[in-house]
């Protein structure tokens, strides 16, 4: 066999095709990583909602879906139900009000309007002051617990805003802007009760009742920070 001559198109030739292999075999890579990443993530999201509203049987991620909320942004609500009957809803919010800035949460309530529990997913707030929120809205003394609190009779303030909730020592504008998290991830729950109860008779997975009820909630006026929510 004749030795290959290393001239220019050869060389570009053997050039492009390393480029070729390696390229198909990096989109390769990537997609299987996006895979697990979305898989991991979907994961994550199942065990916190467990953790946040009654035990269901269903699959909240599967059905979860948005509305629109004030300022262009969305909130990501997952209906807990259990034997087709809706028990609960998890919905992700947040507040941009936190002392050092954005805060996210995942709130969950029951079919009663109650707060459920909840789980902090993200912060940069000051270790040993606004860090406390994860735990210190559900230790049962003093004014500080809000673990079941009927979110139809009233929202979460804290005494400097004319509410009975302790905050936080020293970290009042953390306090504030937790509060405000639950506050509108309640606004979020609230709002579709019906709906969610809607889908639930007319079975889960139904999607046009899902879409016709995504249009429907975009094109309402969404409720404002400070009035009162509408009562079940």
């Not at 079919?111 to 707030?125: F, P, R, T």
């Not at 079941?148 to 805003?161: A, Y």
């Amino acid at each position: 066999m004749g030795k290959i001559k290393s001239t220019l198109p050869n060389i570009v030739l053997s050039l492009t095709s390393i480029c070729l292999v390696a390229g198909v075999a990096l989109a390769a890579a990537n997609k299987y990583t996006e895979k697990v990443i979305l898989e991991t993530k979907s994961l994550i999201i199942q065990n916190v909602i467990r953790q946040v509203t009654p035990a269901f049987d269903n699959d909240p991620v599967k059905e979860q879906y948005k509305i629109a909320v004030a300022g262009g942004d969305t909130l990501t609500l997952y209906p807990a139900k259990k034997g087709g009957k809706l028990v609960g809803c998890a919905v992700e919010s947040y507040s941009k009000k936190g002392f050092s800035g954005m805060i996210r949460v995942i709130a969950g309530f029951d079919a009663d309007n109650k707060l459920y529990n909840y789980s902090v997913l993200e912060h940069n707030e000051t270790p040993g002051l606004g860090s406390k929120m994860e735990e210190w809205f559900r230790e049962n003394k003093n004014r500080q617990h809000i673990i079941g609190h009927d979110m139809s009779k009233s929202l979460l303030k804290i005494n400097k805003d004319g509410g009975d909730i302790d905050a936080i020592t020293a970290a009042t504008i953390s306090s504030r802007a937790f509060l405000e998290a639950i506050n509108r991830a309640y606004y979020a729950f609230s709002d579709d009760v019906d709906a969610l109860s809607e889908m639930t008779n007319n079975g889960a997975g139904e999607q046009n009742d899902r879409q016709r009820f995504r249009r429907q909630r975009t094109r309402q006026q969404t409720r404002q920070p400070g009035r009162q929510p509408r009562r079940n």
